[in-house]
């Protein structure tokens, strides 16, 4: 599957491609949850064998993971494992024996490609040309093989991938306050050659100090440094290590290998979804409750002005000012017109547009930005500026 950056797919850029290619096209040209389905379901189905279950195995990136997709593989007898992050490196085929060379003979043949064509440049419509060549030469049957054969997927090999490269990581020991270093073996060793075995600093009686071409008054020699002194002088900070203690509390990090077809990450997905279909029902709801408040303040304002107008005239400057007051910017969502005296019950911050001259204000949930987005968050008439 080949994904191109925009939102329409031109018939230029898919010539010379391998034949069975799917394209699609995003805006960031990075797969999504839309177009990983779409490539299940026209293109991974398409060319399963007929004999059941089937394995898919693949890395833990949001846009794999998504109810239909699930039920769907589900229905199909499919089952997906879901590989331990930070582990692809090793564990996934096409990270250990594909990518590495594809990417080598791609940049071959762009550089083939340059020399025959001086002073051309490679665009994205020489793309599928240049991929195409370098993928008959490494995508082939034997090297596909031999890639689960190194991470012991198939033929299953547990041994295939020694123990050195899941170790955890070495850590670097500073030295205690007696200088002492602790190596990796229990032992301590003393890391100054005049520290004794007491811990004593050994002090040499004086200390001779070579004054060649530089004008002195002293004769080049200093009495006797007191213990003390030269203790003081090469003090080492403390440093105490905190112990964490053990917690009850369940981490949200996924560590191990899961079968995401399995009923229980189905019911945890479901969940998440109807947590999130409930979030969007409820501000829904904000929304139009906000627009009613709207409605019935314009009403209240209309109401108020008729009657001021009909029991005593008012100066033309008051009444400007007051429309201006109560009419102002400042009090209404900018996205979906709610008064912002009204929103008592809402508990929700309002945000500013972070353009110095512009005064719009927005509910948090209307900004469509979270986090420290909130401090540089732009209405629409200054995004592009």
Not at 355 to 379: A, I, M, P, Q, V
């Amino acid at each position: 599957m080949i994904i191109f950056k925009g939102q329409r797919l031109n018939k230029g850029l898919v010539a010379n491609a391998p034949s069975g290619t799917l394209f699609a096209t995003s805006k960031s040209s990075f797969i999504d949850r839309e177009l990983f389905e779409h490539w299940f379901e026209h293109h991974f189905m398409k060319y399963l064998p007929s004999l059941r279950p089937v394995l898919l195995i693949m890395d833990g990136h949001s846009s794999h993971i998504s109810l239909g997709i699930l039920k769907l593989a589900k229905e199909n007898e499919i089952e997906i494992l879901c590989l331990p992050p930070h582990t692809t490196s090793e564990l996934q085929p096409l990270d250990k024996c594909l990518f590495k060379p594809l990417k080598t003979e791609y940049n071959k043949a762009c550089m083939q490609f340059m020399k025959e064509n001086p002073g051309q440049v490679i665009t994205r419509y020489d793309f599928c040309g240049l991929f195409s060549t370098a993928y008959r030469k490494v995508c082939t049957m034997g090297n596909a093989a031999s890639a689960f054969r190194s991470t012991g997927i198939f033929p299953f090999n547990p041994s295939a991938i020694s123990d050195d490269i899941f170790a955890p990581s070495t850590v670097s020991k500073l030295p205690d306050a007696g200088g002492d270093h602790h190596t990796d073996n229990g032992t301590t060793e003393k890391t100054d050659a005049n520290v004794q075995s007491d811990g004593d600093i050994h002090v040499p009686e004086t200390m001779h100090v070579h004054t060649e071409n530089v004008p002195s008054t002293s004769n080049g020699t200093f009495p006797a440094a007191s213990k003390d002194t030269i203790e003081n002088l090469l003090k080492v900070p403390k440093f105490f290590k905190e112990e964490k203690t053990a917690s009850n509390k369940k981490s949200r990090r996924i560590t191990t290998a899961r079968c995401l077809t399995s009923d229980e990450v189905i019911q945890m997905i479901e969940e998440k979804e109807n947590e999130k279909e409930l979030k969007r029902i409820e501000k829904e709801n904000r929304k139009l409750l906000r627009e009613s408040r709207m409605e019935e303040r314009k009403k209240q304002i209309n109401s108020q002005s008729s009657k001021k107008g009909k029991s005593k005239r008012m100066p033309l400057k008051k009444i400007s000012e007051i429309s201006e007051k109560e009419n102002s910017c400042e009090n209404y969502c900018h996205y979906c017109g709610g008064y912002y005296f009204d929103d008592d019950s809402d508990d929700e911050d309002w945000v500013k547009c972070s353009e110095k001259e512009c005064n719009l204000w927005f509910h948090e949930t209307c900004t469509g930005s979270y986090g420290k987005g909130l401090d540089t968050f732009k209405c629409n008439s200054h995004k592009n500026i």
